[in-house]
């Protein structure tokens, strides 16, 4: 008889994803779900948070089925850069605005690259932000501050 070899590092994140979306989904159904053609404030978060389970219960599935490889260093790096660059913008768009936070939030995650060079990520950020602005300011017309109190002279 063969021995039931799996994947932990997969089954551990499978498990996580069921254990967010199972509590999710429970979650939702506390609010008004509405129908699919008039959505309730809780219908799209139940729809992500059924689709995460699913994903989950998948990749629990597939753990069983492949022996994994062992689980290399953690990148301690892209966890110190990526992780705060998110929270800055959210932290920081009132007061700024979006072209400045942005282009910080950019920087900020560009290192998370051992290989990324202060110059290359200064024009990273200069480009994404630009783009940014021409789309979300410009073409759809949203309405945010490209400038904000902080930075207003």
Known sequence: MKSLTFDTTNAICGAVFVALGGFFVYECLNLELGTALRMGPGYFPLVLASVLVLLGAIILVQSTRVEGEPMGPIALRGMLFILPAPVFFGLTVRGLGFVPS?????????????????????????????????????????????????VRF
């Open 102 to 150: 942005l282009f910080f939030t950019a920087l900020i995650a560009a290192f998370a690259s051992q290989r990324m060079k202060p110059l290359m990520a200064l024009a990273l950020a200069a480009g994404i932000t630009v783009f940014s602005v021409a789309v979300f300011s410009y073409a759809l017309g949203l309405p945010f501050e490209r400038f904000g109190p902080w």
